[in-house]
């Protein structure tokens, strides 16, 4: 099956510091998703982003799908952006089932 | 517009216990998943059903689990009998149709003892 990794696996920040968290992908996809997962276990969207560039406040999202990578790009980030970070992607090898394969996601923890 | 809902948001058995778990996805979505998530661990798909068929079911451990979706729309998951390993969050998610954006419910925190 499609094989997903994600880096760095963790991260420590300051508030008001940016960050990339990077995902890659060893297949072609027809879905690509980035989630925060929060303290309490829920699963948020942020992007549904299988090619392309999208930006959503301070958040913005990056897939380059013939290199087979997606990058989360996190601005002036704030101690309410800590938890873990997945990368989600369906293959079109999986016939159109849309099953999603996530990574190992990257912890982060941002300070005061 | 409603999010997921999901029921009970945690439950606590013993070991060889049956437990069940409730899914009632978003309006009008005709795709919906279960997956298990293991601490420390990405979410892993259990099952997906496309209204009331099963789409995909290779996952599921079907000696123990079982799922069904009657009339297309809430969707019921059972562990029997459970074990220790069967400890995990189960999540719900829903799309409009295959290959759209899923989104999940808040999950149900399962422990056996």
């Not at chain 1, 309490?40 to 299988?50: E, R």
């Not at chain 1, 090898?93 to 394969?101: A, D, E, F, Q, V």
């Not at chain 2, 978003?26 to 798909?45: D, F, N, V």
């Amino acid at each position: 099956g499609i094989q997903v990794e994600q880096s760095p696996p963790d991260l420590i920040l300051q508030e008001g510091a940016n960050s990339t968290l990077r995902c890659n992908f060893s297949d072609s996809v027809n879905n690509l998703q980035w989630f925060h997962q929060n303290p309490w276990g829920q699963l948020i969207n942020l992007f549904y982003i299988p090619s392309g560039t999208k930006q959503n406040g301070r958040l913005s999202a990056t897939t380059v799908a013939t290199e087979r990578y997606s990058l989360l790009y996190i601005s002036s980030s704030q101690t309410t952006d800590s938890g873990v970070y997945f990368c989600a992607v369906a293959s079109i090898l999986t016939g159109g089932g849309n099953k999603l394969t996530f990574g190992t996601g990257t912890q982060l923890k941002v300070e005061l | 517009e409603a999010g997921v809902a999901q029921s009970p948001r945690y439950k606590i058995i013993e070991k060889r216990q049956s437990v069940a778990f409730w899914c009632n996805p978003i309006s009008g979505h005709a795709t919906l998943y279960w997956y298990q998530q293991i601490l420390g661990q990405g979410p892993k798909l259990l099952i997906q059903f496309q209204n009331n068929g099963v789409v995909d079911d290779s996952q599921l451990p079907k000696d123990r689990f079982s799922a069904e979706r009657l009339k297309g729309v809430d969707s019921t998951l059972k562990i029997q009998p459970a074990k220790l390993e069967d400890s995990a969050v189960y999540l719900c998610a829903s799309s409009r149709d295959r290959g759209n954006e899923q989104f999940f419910g808040p999950g149900t925190r399962l422990t056996v003892l």
